[in-house]
């Protein structure tokens, strides 16, 4: 198979590059190249998206199997990909998010069901949940419009594991290899849901090579915080540490902030607005081929990652040593 990348140079579009490269498919990723290397064994052609349809000239007329696309924000990329490439591949791979759905609150969805947030047609200039979900939705609409052949329509949560650049899911490696007690958010039966790296670079390859068609979305089944909380612990080879919960109350008036970002809980959405954000049915999934490796393994991939960046830094997710301390000396 000859497969083009629309990126390949970090995370998501780099382990589907490398996965493809594994497998002896021959590779093409279009990308500026200032973000990083290709994986070795693929071929890197300069492209900048924001040149419109023009900027993939460099690619000739060389025809491809399969084309995959991880583009973020802006549609226009996605438009401008599909009118220079669509006509010349056989199937068309577009990485949306479930931040396409526009009602977070009733467990059970999948992708056939839940509803959509309205389409942000236009790059938008805050990065905001719905902006970003709304440019996805948007983007979506343009591959149904443009493409004629097979598309595979992947819609993941969080994707976690080696590479990962948002330090959300890598705060619980590095933060449990620390042993002690460790500052977590209540409720512990909480469900959670995210999706290996790898695991959806495999996916994203398998479609390729089938043709598949649809909208799937990429996470695993649910699994309660307690049990993500243990796998994770298991992985990184740690003893077993002492849980101090805090309830979504405690928490925001000592200022932890949820999911992201400086001072926070990762793996945390509380509220009855986000009751089904992780809690999404994803039978159709894994019966279209999604395949969830044993969470351990990916905890142990994740704190190497943590490991090379250094587990003192800055992080972008998270709590500091220092901040849990106090935290944890206020919550006893």
């Known amino acids: 198979m000859r497969l083009l990348v629309l990126g390949g140079t970090v ?74 490439v669509g006509a010349r591949a056989g199937h068309w791979t577009f990485v949306s998010s479930m931040s396409v759905y526009a009602d977070h609150g009733t467990p059970g969805q999948d992708a056939s069901s839940a509803r959509l947030l309205p389409s942000v047609h236009e790059r938008p200039a805050e990065p905001t949940p719905d902006a970003y979900g709304g440019a996805k939705v948007a983007s979506e609409h343009v591959v149904a419009k443009l493409f004629e052949g097979p598309a595979f329509l992947v819609r993941p949560g969080l994707i976690v594991g080696d590479g990962d650049p948002s330090d959300r899911f890598g705060y619980w490696p590095a933060r449990l290899s620390r042993g002690g007690a460790v500052l977590v958010p209540e409720p512990l039966d909480a469900p959670v849901q995210l999706v290996d790296v790898a695991d959806l670079a495999q996916w994203i390859v398998d479609a390729a090579q089938r043709r598949l068609a649809g909208v799937f979305d990429a996470v695993c089944r649910p699994v309660p915080l307690s049990d993500v909380l243990a796998g994770i612990t298991a992985g990184v080879g740690a003893p077993a540490p002492e849980l101090v919960p805090a309830s979504p109350s405690w ?14 809980l990762p793996l945390w959405a509380p509220g009855e607005d986000y009751a089904g954000f992780m809690a999404h049915d994803v039978s159709a999934s894994q019966a279209a ?40 000396a206020a919550a006893r």
């Open 11 to 84: 995370f998501l579009s780099k382990a589907v590059a490398a996965d493809a490269v594994r497998r002896g498919h021959t590779v093409v990723c279009a990308a500026r190249g200032t973000s990083g290397a290709v994986p070795a064994g693929a071929e890197l052609v300069r492209v900048d998206r924001d040149g419109g349809a023009a900027a993939f000239g460099p690619l000739g007329g060389a025809e491809f199997d399969a084309v995959v696309d991880v583009a973020t924000m802006d549609p226009g990329w996605v438009r401008d990909a599909l009118r220079a």
């Open 251 to 264: 928490l925001a008036e000592h200022e932890v902030r949820p999911w992201s970002g400086p001072r926070s």
């Open 289 to 328: 081929g999604l395949r969830t490796r044993p969470l351990e393994d990916t905890a142990a991939a994740a704190l190497e990652h943590e490991l090379r960046l250094g587990l003192d830094r800055e992080r972008k997710a998270g709590l500091s040593a220092a901040e849990e301390a106090e935290l944890l």
